[in-house]
């Protein structure tokens, strides 16, 4: 793994259209509700990225068959022989999305013995919603070392009000009600377009379920749910971070199916920095123009509709590179400003105080060696590398792995000087500086 990293050059302003793929955060949660079911789903625009191998590896440990054509990004699963509901710690601690098994699994069998989850670092992360609402439905839960046991004779429907609008929990107590005989409702819901895409999945399998605003969502439960076809929706984030990537070189690019109506927040602060962004019909399109003096501008992270935090580390490059200053808070999580200190050795002006940076805008970045902590923190140095003078070495690639599908292709196709030196490749024993890039990935 230490021989993998990203080569990034200055690059040319991205032009041209980008094809998105399947959203990372809709997919992992929507192959995770298929335990409720026994019976063969069908689900297409399945990104290929690691998060989504280890999902598979999961569903597969518990008893499930499956079937992945990456290059048709279809997956089969057959949760008809699924009989089992512990999964090793070894599968848990490589994504946090693995606590989504929790609900299905009490919900089809009354029992989850799964490994406290592991994941991006972003904080301490607690699951604390998850369980105390679980236990608030009658599931006794007992932890054993790094292990969860969940037991429940017969899960009960209840009012759980969440104290924050835990995505995770969300979707977790909704998969968990779905076969709970009697009305639960959760107030103050995320809301966040992929818990709405789960919705539409429980419902095509039979469940009832109904939003009643502001953000309480209401789960009527069913006897029982059946197999489904779905199409993941489009990568909202993968969108965005793409036009950030136009941005921050000059560029104009168009991305047909970009889903503007679920990125409006983000998309009035590109426009505040000088960006030209056109929508197209029905919300669904965006294209962007950079301008050449964009201005700094101050956002804050918060839950849906708000500026997501998963765009904050790619656009807190933006501002690095603007004129004047601008000051970011990320509030959803509490350690999510780590990609500071590698933008500071590019030459990035930030100061940062709790978990609010205050950026100044320099002239240029510059080149340097990097190392990403999180998914999100990945693209944003790889962006910050196009963007910067010199050649960018970007270690710690699992994480740009595990959330994205060959991102890289994709930015090259724009006319981005980037390459992916894969630890699939040869052992390379030389110091990073001196290497030659064995993997070239323009296409
Ligand atoms: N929180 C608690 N207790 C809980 C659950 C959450 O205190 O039991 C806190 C978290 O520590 C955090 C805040 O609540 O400070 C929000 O966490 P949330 O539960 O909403 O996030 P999540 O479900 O763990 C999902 C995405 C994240 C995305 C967040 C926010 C998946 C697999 N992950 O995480 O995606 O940032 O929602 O939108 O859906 C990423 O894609 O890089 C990523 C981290």
Same mark, same amino acid.
């Given at each position: 793994m230490q021989n993998a990293y990203l080569k990034i050059e200055q690059s040319s302003p991205l032009q041209g259209v980008a094809e998105l793929t399947g959203a990372k955060n809709a997919v992992l949660v929507t192959i995770a509700s298929l335990l409720l079911t026994s019976g063969k789903s069908v689900l297409r625009n399945v990104p290929y990225s690691a998060d989504v191998l280890q999902m598979i590896a999961l569903l597969e440990q518990l008893g499930a068959q499956v079937i992945f054509s990456p290059e048709n990004h279809l997956l089969e699963v057959d !949760? !008809?022989?699924?009989?089992k509901w512990h999964v090793s710690a070894e599968i848990m601690k490589?994504?946090?999305?693995?606590?989504?098994v929790m609900g299905p699994l009490l919900a089809r069998f009354g029992y989850a013995d799964i490994a406290l989850p592991g994941g991006c670092v972003l904080g301490t992360r607690p699951i604390d919603y998850h369980l105390n609402s679980f236990r608030k439905m009658g599931v006794e839960v007992a932890q054993d070392g790094d292990f969860l046991h969940g037991r429940a004779s017969q899960l009960c429907a209840q009012k759980i009000v969440l104290a924050y609008p835990s995505v995770g929990a969300t979707e977790n107590i909704m998969m968990a009600s779905v076969l709970t005989k009697g009305v639960t409702r959760i107030v103050n819901a995320a809301l966040e377009p992929e818990v709405l895409d789960l919705i539409e999945v429980l419902k095509k399998m039979g469940a009832h379920i109904e939003i009643a605003p502001p953000a309480t969502i209401v789960i009527e439960g069913v006897q029982e749910v059946h197999p489904i076809e779905h199409t993941i929706l489009s990568d909202r984030l993968e969108a965005g971070s793409l036009l950030i990537a136009a941005a921050a070189t000059g560029g104009s690019i168009s991305? @047909?199916?970009?889903p503007a109506d679920a990125l409006e927040v983000f998309l009035l602060k590109l426009e505040e920095m000088g960006h030209h962004i056109t929508v197209g019909e029905h919300e669904v399109g965006i294209t962007l123009h950079a301008t050449k003096n964009p201005h700094a501008v101050s956002f804050k992270t918060s839950p849906? @509709?708000? =500026?997501p935090t998963d765009l904050q580390a790619p656009m807190m490059v933006l501002q690095c590179l603007a004129e004047g200053t601008s000051i970011i808070e990320e !509030?959803? =999580?509490?350690?999510?400003?780590?990609h500071v200190r590698e933008l500071e050795k590019m030459g990035a002006q930030i100061v940062v105080h709790n978990n609010t940076a205050t950026i100044t805008g320099v002239e240029a970045l510059y080149g340097a060696q990097v190392i990403a902590s999180d998914i999100r923190a990945a693209c944003a140095l790889a962006i910050a590398g196009m963007a910067a003078k010199g050649t960018t070495i970007m270690t710690g690639v699992q994480h740009w792995k595990r959330g994205y599908e060959s991102l890289e292709k994709k930015l090259a196709l724009l006319g981005a000087h980037i390459w992916l030196h894969d630890d699939e490749d040869e052992m390379d024993m030389t110091p990073l500086n001196e290497r030659s890039i064995s993997k070239q990935i323009r296409a």
């Open positions: !949760t !008809t022989h699924v009989n490589k994504m946090r999305a693995s606590i989504l991305i @047909p199916q970009a849906y @509709p708000g =500026f !509030t959803v =999580f509490e350690n999510r400003l780590v």
